[in-house]
């Protein structure tokens, strides 16, 4: 499902008055959310490890760009450390097996891994658990070296020993409040206290919410990695925030002819890839999707699309480097 605009702060001006009415009926709902979530992660005896986890959430539901940030945070580790295991961890959302297991990009599909792990494995070593705490004891017997979180920082089954909070720099936390009455998976406070660094994904300036100078802030662009052909493109996604992926490509120098959203986690129908040929066939177009929609499509249903790789680059290695000094060390040689 998508989420509702009145969540980002827009009003539709077809229902000006029905908007602050929901809201309003949603208040209880987003108390006991908060409540509830609150009490767990109170109550919680995470498990602690004898390997480093970092964890890389955020407090918003979806579309912040935090499988980029962890799959760049993965690759920088790797390079300084290349004789280390560093490996992904992802709860497997909208694949049927729930884990411990380490993915293979070869032989699994998104419907039995998860989108988001499968990209992440085809970068390097990634492994999906729904029981965090099983799927960190089954990465540490089978000899990773520091696991990285992507998503997680609500879910208090293991102990992290440094959490990043991705943000996007745009979207910021929407309307400020809480699930149903917002995106916020929990109170902006209470999640920021938990953190040690917040990561703003895009070059948009600073969302409102955030503390002034109690936390260090690390900024992180979204490229392209590829060059595109220069002809009409159809461009469709369904990720937390498709107008993202159009935006990019716009500002890559291919703005749409026409552009599709669908809903985060999308699985792909036989009438779905229908429509678009024939979107695509009416602008004499090329077909493109993210990596993370492609990994989804079933093998027959890829022919004639391609997709625009990306990447998250930190702006500032060396305060990353420091702000993770206390787990590398355990990596050193």
């Known amino acids: 499902m998508r989420p509702p605009r009145f969540w980002s702060g827009e009003i539709d001006p077809r229902s000006r008055e029905a908007?602050?009415?929901?809201?309003?009926?949603?208040?209880?709902?987003a108390a006991l959310y908060a409540r509830t979530t609150a009490h767990r992660i109170k109550t919680a005896e995470p498990l602690k490890l004898d390997i480093p986890v970092v964890c890389v959430g955020?407090?918003?539901?979806?579309?912040?760009?935090?499988?980029?940030?962890?799959?760049?945070?993965?690759?920088?580790?790797?390079?300084?450390?290349?004789?280390?295991?560093?490996?992904?961890?992802?709860?497997?959302?909208?694949?049927?097996?729930?884990?411990?297991?380490?993915?293979?990009?070869?032989?699994?599909?998104?419907?039995?891994?998860?989108?988001?792990?499968?990209?992440l494995a085809a970068g390097g070593e990634a492994w999906i658990g729904a029981d965090r705490a099983a799927a960190g004891q089954a990465m540490q017997a089978d000899g990773v070296d520091l696991i990285i979180m992507d998503d997680g920082h609500q879910n208090p089954g293991l102990q992290k020993d440094v959490s990043l909070v991705v943000v996007d720099s745009e979207a910021g936390f929407g309307n400020g409040f809480v699930i149903p009455k917002g995106p916020l998976r929990e109170p902006i406070a209470a999640g920021l206290a938990r953190a040690d660094a917040v990561v703003l994904t895009g070059d948009t300036g600073t969302p409102e919410g955030l503390p002034g100078d109690q936390l260090p802030v690390l900024r992180t662009s979204i490229k392209p990695v590829a060059d595109l052909q220069p002809q009409p493109y159809v461009a469709f996604a369904g990720i937390g925030r498709p107008e993202k992926f159009f935006d990019t490509l716009e500002a890559h120098g291919a703005k749409p002819a026409d552009a599709v959203p669908f809903p985060d986690h999308h699985v792909y129908s036989r009438s779905d890839l229908t429509y678009l040929r024939q979107l695509a066939s009416q602008y004499d177009a090329q077909l493109i999707t993210t990596e993370k929609d492609f990994v989804r499509l079933r093998h027959d249903q890829r022919d004639g699309i391609v997709t625009l790789p990306i990447r998250a680059e930190f702006a500032d290695t060396a305060t990353l480097d420091k702000l993770l000094e206390a787990v590398t060390q355990k990596l050193e040689p």
């Open 19 to 29: 908007a602050p009415l929901t809201r309003l009926l949603l208040s209880p709902f």
């Open 58 to 119: 955020n407090l918003t539901a979806g579309g912040t760009g935090k499988s980029p940030v962890a799959a760049s945070l993965r690759t920088h580790l790797q390079s300084r450390y290349p004789d280390a295991r560093i490996a992904t961890l992802s709860r497997g959302y909208g694949g049927r097996l729930k884990g411990p297991l380490k993915v293979n990009f070869a032989s699994h599909a998104a419907a039995e891994v998860g989108d988001e792990p499968l990209m």
